[in-house]
């Protein structure tokens, strides 16, 4: 599915470079925010329906809320101490790491609401996350406590990390995975534009 | 925006209080799937007429791989540092009850 993703924006960056003219800008990007409203919509239903989130919480208790939590923070602040190094402005570094390995939506958010150049980095930074975050999941289970292996992989944890998580650790911690990942696509949509309004 | 967070949160309501019904949803499946490739495409070609990006794609490269490996590295540490001494054990939480 991934691969599929990949191919559909490799053959439009393509066909941005030797095909489309400059003026069909306009045009794309009222393609991009209508695309991005349905597919809101839907992404929405989704968060909507999973009622049985809510019934876990109360079982386990609030303080699962601190996974999630955490990982936003630790992503944030983790970007922000970066931007010094590779000198990006603050608030940029701040968006493309809430996007939490999410790419799709937070590199097309960050896009429209502030450059291209910054929604290319979004998109490969977030990208790479979930990459590293596949590679490291093994790793941190084997030499770590297994709480740790749901932080690399973000809001990733509720799909394509979860069989991973679930593989390498325990059925418990996929449960908290999955609630993290939750609670983290959640916040997405709102924490990215939050940002992006500094800049 | 702000239209768009109208579109989420109207979605989340429809999901939470099962105002479509399952059978409906099911026949519109592919639709957010659909609209991603086609969104990401045009992102895509957004990237590919736009000369300064493909000229420094290097410096791009570099900067998001930073990010990633920075907002991971401060995932792992707020983890240990709100919830290294924590446990989830489910037994345990339900002796507690």
């Not at chain 1, 084997?142 to 740790?148: E, F, N, V």
Request: proline letters at 3%; hydrophobic letters at 55%; one cysteine or more.
């Amino acid at each position: 599915m991934t691969i599929t993703l990949l191919v559909a924006i490799a053959l439009g960056i393509i066909m941005g470079l030797y095909v489309f003219p400059e003026y069909m800008l306009l045009f794309i990007d009222q393609g991009v925010t209508f695309g991005l409203c349905i597919m809101l919509f839907f992404v929405g239903i989704d968060i909507g329906k999973n009622k049985e989130v809510f019934n876990k919480i109360k079982i386990l208790g609030w303080k699962i809320i601190l996974i999630p939590l955490s990982i936003a923070i630790g992503s944030i602040v983790g970007a922000i101490c970066i931007s010094f190094i590779i000198k990006l402005p603050l608030w940029e570094a701040a968006a493309v790491g809430s996007g939490m390995g999410w790419y799709s939506l937070s590199a097309v958010i960050i896009d429209q609401l502030h450059s291209t150049q910054l929604g290319a980095i979004g998109f490969l930074s977030n990208v790479i996350r979930e990459l590293l975050a596949i590679l490291l999941l093994p790793i941190i289970a084997k030499y770590s406590k297994h709480l740790y292996t749901i932080a690399p992989a973000g809001a990733t944890a509720m799909d394509t990390t979860l069989p991973i998580i679930a593989r390498y650790t325990s059925s418990e911690i996929a449960v908290l995975a999955f609630i993290s990942g939750v609670v983290l696509s959640t916040m997405i949509p709102f924490l990215v534009p939050f940002f992006l309004q500094f800049t | 925006m702000s239209i768009m967070l109208v579109f989420l949160i109207l979605g989340i309501i429809i999901g939470f209080f099962d105002i479509l019904p399952k059978k409906y949803l099911d026949k519109f499946k592919a639709i957010p799937y659909i609209s991603l490739i086609f969104i990401l495409f045009l992102m895509g070609s957004k990237i590919g007429m736009d000369k300064k990006i493909i000229q420094n794609i290097n410096i791009i490269g570099f900067k998001a791989f930073m990010i990633a490996i920075g907002s991971i590295i401060g995932s792992l540490g707020f983890i240990k540092l709100f919830l290294g001494r924590v446990s989830f054990s489910m037994e345990r939480q339900e002796e507690n009850r």
